[in-house]
């Protein structure tokens, strides 16, 4: 899918890692990201819908407090919540906290808190 182009779209993201191979292994199997080596040899990736790309970084700290979150949108919280666990993050703040919004917290393999938000009409039963 080609991204949709416009001025004020954002469109890129650092996101510091330790291990950039365990980091990058951890969104493709949380959040389906598609993985790639950029010609540089940096491991990029594209989000789940091909609208934003990014690049795992070891020359920053990880953002390891809510500051500015990055918030990734999924189809079903309760699976996604799973994946994050089992795959090597943790969960900071659970479902609930933002209520009537469906949002939750987690640390990623690399210390970065990031936001989880699910629309209110795609909650499964």
Not at 22 to 35: C, D, M, T, V
Not at 94 to 123: H, S
């Amino acid at each position: 899918m080609t991204p949709t182009l416009g001025d004020g779209k954002i469109c890129y993201v650092q996101i510091p890692a330790s291990d950039i191979a365990r980091s990058a292994e951890f969104y493709r199997q949380s959040f389906g990201w598609n993985i790639r080596q950029r010609g540089d040899g940096s491991t990029s990736f594209d989000d789940g819908v091909g609208q934003m790309s990014g690049v795992w970084t070891t020359k920053y700290p990880p953002a390891d407090k809510p500051g500015l979150l990055i918030y990734i949108m999924v189809d079903d919280m309760d699976a996604t919540l799973e994946r994050v666990a089992a795959h090597g993050g943790e969960i900071v703040q659970p479902v609930g906290a933002d209520a009537p919004e469906i949002t939750a917290l987690f640390r990623d393999p690399g210390g970065n808190v990031m936001g989880l938000y699910q629309e209110p009409t795609l909650r499964r039963p």
